[in-house]
Structure formats: structure tokens, C-alpha cells
């Protein structure tokens, strides 16, 4: 069965540090992975995907996220935090076409806070 | 702009009722979902659905059904709701599995 792990509930950092929020998934298949944020009383915005190619990849509001292929990590990253990205990020897997299924599984998501 | 819509935004329901969920995509998506979202516990997926009347199970589908008579609109049914299902619903719509899926505005379900 595939899942989606985000050993962290709450990522705290000061504005203008680096933000990495983690996320690890297992799959049967090669993995399709999607970061998600959600702002309070909204529902989920894209951020970024990994389908294939480039491991980096970059995406919505100076986000990046890394895929690691043998660590089966896909974190997300930005250079330098604002206060407006203080939100609940979640990150989601889907499996390949090899893999069977075409579930769509989200971690149980990491509350960001950045702070002056 | 791609739109999911969900019917009601709040609801109150009380315990033994049916409830039905309504979502509508306008972006002729094969695939949609309907997830709850609960304080710690993220995303869980109820039910799915890849084409019309087609439907697959998710990681908790007691207590729920669903339906897909037309591509653009996935209902989730409570055929007798209990307290135990108060939560938040998320539907959301994607096409193939390498796109992003679309998510509605969520219904907050409150079951007394």
C-alpha cells in the first residue's frame, strides 16, 4: 500500500532563514509526489510536483522540493522564509501506471510558522 | 480557472440522518475525490472515483458511499451519519495521474 510519512507536525523558523519541510513516501511503482498548502478556512493549493527528469523542481511562491529517488524523500525547500508562508503544507503521492491503483495519498501535513 | 465546487460550505445534521455531499468540476477530469481532514490525522481518503460509475474504495470508507452518474458530479452519501463523522470534506478533481488534483472550498459537516 502507498503512504506518505511527514515526521513533523510543526516546523518553526525566522523570516529570512532557509524553510525545509520533510516528507518521505513509499510506493510500489515510481512515484508522482505533489506539495499541497493550505491557508486557514481555504482549501489545498498546488505548489509543485515531481513527475520525472530533474530531481529539483520548482514551484508556486519561490518553493523548490528535492526528490531522492534512493532516500524515497521528497522535501520541500525555500531560500528565505516570509511570514506569509507561515501555513499547513501537505505533501501527496500517487503511484505509477506500474504500480497499480491511482490513489491519491496525503501525509498528515506540517504546520509552518515563521516568525520576525 | 478551474473550479471545483462544493455544495454547501457549513452543515448541521443530526445523528441517523442522510446526508448527501455534492461536488461539480467544470474541467471534464476523469478522476475525483472525496477526502475527510481531521486536526492531526491530514488528508484521508474516503471514496474515488476514475470514471463515470466507477468507484474504488479509499483508506476509510465505513459509514460512506458514493455516486457518479455524470463526470462532472461525485456525491458522497452518509446513509445515517453519527457524531463520529463531524469533520471536514474535501472533494477534488485531476486529470491523469501525472497532474495536480483541484480541491473544492470544503464542506465543515457537523453531526449532533
Known amino acids: 500500500a502507498q503512504s506518505v510519512a511527514q515526521p513533523e507536525d510543526q516546523v518553526n523558523v525566522a523570516e529570512g532563514n532557509p524553510l525545509t519541510v520533510k516528507c518521505t513516501y513509499s510506493?510500489?511503482?515510481?512515484?508522482?509526489l505533489f506539495w499541497y498548502v493550505q491557508y486557514p478556512n481555504r482549501g489545498l493549493q498546488f505548489l509543485l510536483k515531481y513527475i520525472t527528469g530533474d530531481n529539483l523542481v520548482k514551484g508556486s511562491y519561490g518553493f523548490e522540493a528535492e526528490f531522492n529517488k534512493s532516500q524515497t524523500s521528497f522535501h520541500l525547500k525555500k531560500p528565505s522564509a516570509l511570514v506569509s508562508d507561515s501555513a499547513l503544507y501537505f505533501c501527496a503521492v500517487r503511484d505509477s501506471p506500474t504500480g497499480g491503483g491511482n490513489k491519491l495519498t496525503f501525509g498528515t501535513g506540517t504546520q509552518l510558522k515563521v516568525e520576525l | 480557472d478551474v473550479k471545483v465546487t462544493q455544495s454547501s460550505r457549513y452543515l448541521v445534521k443530526r445523528t441517523g440522518e442522510k446526508v448527501f455531499l455534492e461536488c461539480v468540476q467544470d474541467m471534464d477530469h476523469e478522476n475525483m475525490f472525496w477526502y475527510r481532514q481531521d486536526p492531526g490525522l491530514g488528508l484521508r481518503l474516503i471514496y474515488f472515483?476514475?470514471?463515470?460509475?466507477?468507484?474504488e474504495k479509499g483508506d476509510i470508507p465505513e459509514g460512506y458511499s458514493v455516486s457518479r452518474e455524470k463526470k462532472e458530479r461525485f456525491s458522497l452519501i452518509l446513509e445515517s451519519a453519527s457524531t463520529n463523522q463531524t469533520s471536514m470534506y474535501l472533494c477534488?478533481?485531476?486529470?491523469?495521474?501525472?497532474?495536480?488534483?483541484?480541491f473544492g472550498q470544503g464542506t465543515r459537516l457537523t453531526v449532533v
Open positions: 472515483s476514475y470514471d463515470v460509475k466507477m468507484k
Open positions: 477534488a478533481s485531476s486529470g491523469d495521474r501525472r497532474t495536480e488534483a483541484f
Open positions: 510506493v510500489s511503482g515510481n512515484p508522482y
